[in-house]
Every structure is written in C-alpha cells, then in structure tokens.
C-alpha cells in the first residue's frame, strides 16, 4: 500500500497539518502508514504485563480511564518520595512567582474565554518542556510497567510527548477552559496521558472526570446537547452532561498522593477546578511518531540525541 502523499510539509505547514490530522482518523492509515515500524517493533518487543499492568489496560481498553498507584505499578515504595522531592525544589525556585500568581487569582472572577489559565503554573516550560533524559521525571515516564501500559493501549511503541509538573491555583470563578467538559485536540489518533497525584486530591483540589465510553477506542463522535464551541475547543458543562450521563459513566478521580490516572483524553473530560486546595500533579503525554509535531520535549543544553532513548520525543530545533 502507497503511502498517502505528505510532501506539502515543506510547502505549505497549515495545509499539511490538517491533511496529517485526517491521516491520523484513518485508523489502519494512521497504524500501518504512519506507524508501520512502531507497530512492527512492539509486536517483536512485548513480554507480557505485570497482573496490575494488565488490569490497568483492561480498563483502558474498556472505559478509556484506569486508576491505580505509583507503587502498584511499578513495585517502588520509594518513587512517590522522591518525586515529591523534585516538584518542591521546581516549586521552590518559582515560589514568589506562584504566590503572586494566587493572590491576584483571589480577585478574578471572570476569566473571559480562559484560554491563558492563571489558575495553572506549569513549572517546565508550557510549550517545549526541558527534560532531562536521566533525571527522575523522564524515568518515571518511562519505567518498564506503566510504558508497557502505553505500548498495549497503542498496539505500537509509544514515546513520551510531553510532560510536565503542574501546580492548579485554587479560585472562585465560574469555570472556563479545560475546567469544562472537553475532548483534546486529536493531534493523534489515540491521546493518553498519565496524571500522577503528588499530593491528595479531594473534592474541593480539581480532580479529573471523565465520561466512560467516549474514548478513541469508543464511542469518539458522541458530544452531549448544549456543546458550543468557545473559539478553541467543544465545551461542555455539568448541566449538559447531567441530563445525559449517569453519575456512575463519569467519575471523579479522587485521591491520596501516589494517585495514578491513565486516560485517553480523546474521550470528554474535565479537570484542574480547585476551590479549596490547590492540586499538584505530573502529567505525561504518550504519542505515536505519526502524531503531529505540537508537542514535543525541548532538548537540555549539550545534549546528544544518537545516544537517547528515542522513546523521548525531542524537537531537534531545541538542541544548542
């Protein structure tokens, strides 16, 4: 089979990126065009999941969200820890900033369209995320069990996309954005990502819900009556979903710190409101190579690429 023709890359960027994008809704085109290699290479690479690992997947498959633990699925009592460690000393070197950031929060009470969300800090950089391929971030990304996870969702090796640790404000604005109920952009044909919980999250910090069902392997055309569109995405709100979807098709992510979520996010979802405590989390994004380019890792200073993983998608243009 040919592959379609790709070539207005060079030519013309936006023509190129939504001929890409309908690419990327051809399912076989999408896995045996953009992705030959990665599929050919799981099929040879998968050994098998660990009982947490393959229960996690079961769900995915199933619901299009799993939740468990750092340390049942990676076997580690000491991970969540040590992570911790790391997003308190990127807090640490931001503190004023964020202060600053939550005081004037307190005195906003209409965000407009809410594109800019200064309820949220992103302690990497928001576009390009500076990762270092041995530090801890990049390794939890990539440890054997949860990327084995990734891989089976895909049916093809994956590579981490974006990630990025993020600290949501709490506020009392009515809520906007992606506080609303939403689909991500579908910039690949399946769009996972793993939110690890740093610290408790209870009713009142934002947790993600999530509608059963209406991920990339279900029912992906369904949108609730009273969608609109705000000038950037399809948005939903409670009432909509409400008079549609039983409680039990939509549940909240509540939980202690340690808290894994994995969900396709193609599927209708919300998340990152706090009230009454702020949320702390990481959130890893896990693409095929067909994706398109709009999130990618920006590369440290000195950096090699030959010898890293290429399961770390860099942006070569961010090498110094």
Same mark, same amino acid.
């Given at each position: 089979?040919?592959?379609?023709?790709?070539?207005?890359?060079?030519?013309?960027?936006?023509?190129?990126?939504?001929?890409?994008?309908?690419?990327?809704?051809?399912?076989?085109?999408?896995?045996?065009?953009?992705?030959?290699?990665?599929?050919?290479?799981?099929?040879?690479?998968?050994?098998?999941?660990?009982?947490?690992?393959?229960?996690?997947?079961?769900?995915?498959?199933?619901?299009?969200?799993?939740?468990?633990?750092?340390?049942?699925?990676?076997?580690? /009592?000491?991970?969540?820890? =040590?992570?911790?460690?790391? +997003?308190? @000393? $990127? #807090? *640490?070197?931001?503190?004023?900033?964020?202060? &600053?950031?939550?005081?004037?929060?307190?005195?906003?009470?209409?965000?407009?369209?809410?594109?800019?969300?200064?309820?949220?800090?992103?302690?990497?950089?928001?576009?390009? /995320?500076?990762?270092?391929? =041995?530090?801890?971030?990049? +390794?939890? @990304? $990539? #440890? *054997?069990?949860?990327?084995?996870?990734?891989? &089976?969702?895909?049916?093809?090796?994956?590579?981490?996309?974006?990630?990025?640790?993020?600290?949501?404000?709490?506020?009392?604005?009515?809520?906007?954005?992606?506080?609303?109920?939403?689909?991500?952009?579908?910039?690949?044909?399946?769009?996972?990502?793993?939110?690890?919980?740093?610290?408790?999250?209870?009713?009142?910090?934002?947790?993600?819900?999530?509608?059963?069902?209406?991920?990339?392997?279900?029912?992906?055309?369904?949108?609730?009556?009273?969608?609109?569109?705000?000038?950037?995405?399809?948005?939903?709100?409670?009432?909509?979903?409400?008079?549609?979807?039983?409680?039990?098709?939509?549940?909240?992510?509540?939980?202690?710190?340690?808290?894994?979520?994995?969900?396709?996010?193609?599927?209708?979802?919300?998340?990152?409101?706090?009230?009454?405590?702020?949320?702390?989390?990481?959130?890893?994004?896990?693409?095929?190579?067909?994706?398109?380019?709009?999130?990618?890792?920006?590369?440290?200073?000195?950096?090699?690429?030959?010898?890293?993983?290429?399961?770390?998608?860099?942006?070569?243009?961010?090498?110094?």
């Amino acid at each position: 089979m040919a592959a379609p023709s790709l070539v207005t890359r060079s030519v013309n960027k936006g023509k190129y990126v939504i001929q890409h994008k309908v690419l990327l809704g051809v399912e076989p085109v999408w896995r045996y065009v953009l992705n030959a290699g990665p599929t050919r290479d799981h099929r040879k690479r998968s050994n098998g999941l660990s009982p947490e690992a393959a229960r996690v997947l079961r769900d995915l498959n199933r619901d299009g969200c799993a939740q468990s633990s750092l340390e049942a699925l990676t076997g580690d /009592p000491t991970l969540l820890g =040590r992570l911790q460690e790391e +997003a308190k @000393a $990127l #807090e *640490a070197a931001r503190a004023d900033e964020v202060a &600053a950031k939550a005081k004037a929060l307190q005195e906003i009470h209409d965000l407009g369209d809410g594109n800019t969300k200064p309820y949220l800090v992103q302690y990497l950089d928001a576009n390009r /995320p500076v990762v270092d391929p =041995r530090g801890l971030l990049a +390794a939890t @990304a $990539l #440890e *054997a069990n949860i990327k084995a996870v990734a891989d &089976a969702y895909y049916g093809m090796r994956t590579r981490v996309a974006d990630l990025n640790v993020w600290r949501n404000l709490p506020s009392n604005h009515a809520p906007v954005a992606s506080q609303l109920w939403h689909r991500d952009q579908p910039d690949d044909h399946l769009v996972l990502k793993m939110f690890v919980y740093l610290e408790d999250v209870i009713e009142g910090a934002g947790p993600l819900s999530y509608v059963k069902g209406t991920h990339g392997k279900g029912d992906r055309k369904w949108k609730p009556h009273g969608t609109v569109h705000d000038g950037h995405n399809m948005r939903a709100h409670d009432d909509d979903m409400d008079r549609e979807v039983p409680e039990p098709r939509r549940p909240r992510f509540t939980g202690p710190a340690g808290t894994v979520i994995l969900a396709d996010t193609i599927g209708w979802h919300k998340g990152g409101q706090a009230t009454t405590t702020p949320r702390l989390l990481i959130q890893v994004l896990y693409a095929s190579r067909g994706a398109t380019d709009y999130r990618m890792l920006g590369a440290p200073a000195g950096l090699d690429l030959s010898s890293v993983t290429p399961d770390l998608a860099f942006d070569k243009n961010t090498l110094s």
